[in-house]
């Protein structure tokens, strides 16, 4: 009854997740029984003769004299990088780093420093993620993973990663792995394998980029070019955008009055320099020249044409007439002549003698000169209304 009051309570206390939360990449567990690699981070540099402490974790209790004196004494100098977390040491020797690499771990008061090989280098046991993994039991697949990789590299074991808290395997496995006697791992290690006719692609610190997407190499899966976009979901009951025609934009019709050897092409303007700026100015003044040169021949040759005698219409016919002899005729009874009031107001604004001023009131009781729409009396005086001759005004 105990027992199954204990499950009953696990139970309830039990958090609710959702199914794909649950089934999900970031809910994995690695089941590797050694103990993996401190660090998995990838130094700045790739300097043989050289090793970095990675101090990313590192609490801010460790006394940094601590850590210098804790070095060995075949260190010879260090370069620090406190953005990046990394302190590189130095040796005389690369086989003086590689010794010093080997050991993994830096002990300074009782807290571990990882220590990491330079950029494009393993350490002496290296943690090598493979992906795309046919589906197999464990035993079968471990088999033959070990038989694939055993030309490249020397197993150490090999584990796959499961769905957090269960027993069911992935398309994701794990191997620790060592040198080949006298080898670089980084460089006999392959980017794809191929086991049961599938290809499985293989990743480690420092490793070129792997596209799941396409099985391929170069690329990540995210900026794959075989990958096609989604296409944007329509919202039920929206109707879909219209887009403007070319021709009834404001673009359109700015382009429509640009000259035909301006239209529809696609030069790209670059930015003016000084000897753009020169040369534009150069043109400029050739084409100035050029069309003061076609105005002054276009003027000779119209002095040199015998011109027509101007003429002018009439009830009568056409008959010819010269503009220098010509006098309006007063007609009094056009409508654009001015009245009495409207010459008064003329003559009091272009007499400067003439103190009588005209003043009209709008309905708000503001002053207001009367304006007229009738210009004919700033060019020419009328008659006035006691004189018949309309020539009178004249002389």
């Known amino acids: 009854m105990d027992t199954d009051h204990s499950v009953q309570t696990q139970a ?23 103990s993996r690699p401190a660090s998995n981070r990838i130094p ?55 010794s010093f690499i080997q050991e993994g771990t830096l002990s300074v008061k009782h807290y571990d420093i990882p220590i990491l090989p330079p950029k494009g280098k393993l350490a002496k046991t290296a943690l090598i993620r493979l992906d795309n993994v046919p589906m197999r039991k464990r035993n079968t697949m471990q088999e033959k993973i070990n038989l694939a990789m055993a030309e490249f590299c020397l197993p ?11 027993s069911l395997m992935t398309t994701r496995w794990e191997v620790l792995a060592k040198a080949i006697p006298n080898s670089n791992l980084a460089q006999t290690l392959p980017s794809i394998i191929v086991i049961d006719g599938q290809k499985v692609l293989l990743s480690w610190p420092g490793s070129p980029l792997t596209c799941l997407q396409c099985l391929s190499v170069g690329h990540s899966r995210k ?65 100035n020249s050029a069309t003061q040169i076609s105005q002054a021949s276009l003027e000779q ?50 007499n400067p003698n003439s103190k009588k001023r005209h003043i009209q009131v709008t309905p708000s009781g503001s002053p ?18 006691d004189n018949p001759d309309p020539q009178s005004h004249i002389n």
């Open 12 to 34: 309830e206390t039990r958090k609710h997740r959702r199914a794909f939360e649950v089934f999900s990449w970031e809910n994995l567990q690695s089941n590797l029984t050694n």
């Open 44 to 98: 700045p540099a790739a300097d043989p003769d050289s090793a970095f402490l990675d101090m990313q974790q590192v609490p801010n209790e460790i006394d940094g004299l601590d850590i210098a004196q804790a070095l060995p004494t075949e260190a010879i100098g260090s370069k620090f990088r406190a953005d990046t977390k990394f302190i590189q040491i130095f040796f005389d020797e690369t086989d003086e780093a590689d």
């Open 156 to 166: 150490v074991e090999i584990a796959p990663i499961t769905l957090k808290g269960t």
């Open 223 to 287: 900026n794959c070019p075989k990958r096609t976009k989604a296409a944007p979901v329509q919202k039920q009951g929206t109707a879909p955008s219209k887009q403007k025609s070319p021709a009834n934009t404001y673009a359109a019709a700015v382009v429509q009055g640009a000259p035909e050897h301006n239209r529809d092409t696609d030069t790209e303007y670059s930015t003016q320099g000084p000897s753009n700026m020169e040369q534009q100015s150069t043109t400029e003044s050739q084409g």
């Open 301 to 350: 040759k119209r002095s040199e044409t015998p011109q027509p005698p101007n003429q002018i219409e009439n009830p009568e016919g056409i008959s010819e007439y010269d503009s220098s002899n010509m006098i309006p005729q007063y007609d009094s009874n056009s409508p654009f002549n001015a009245t009495q009031e409207e010459s008064e107001y003329t003559d009091s604004l272009t």
């Open 368 to 385: 207001v000169p009367k304006m007229t729409s009738n210009i004919m009396g700033y060019f020419t005086k009328a008659p006035r209304r």
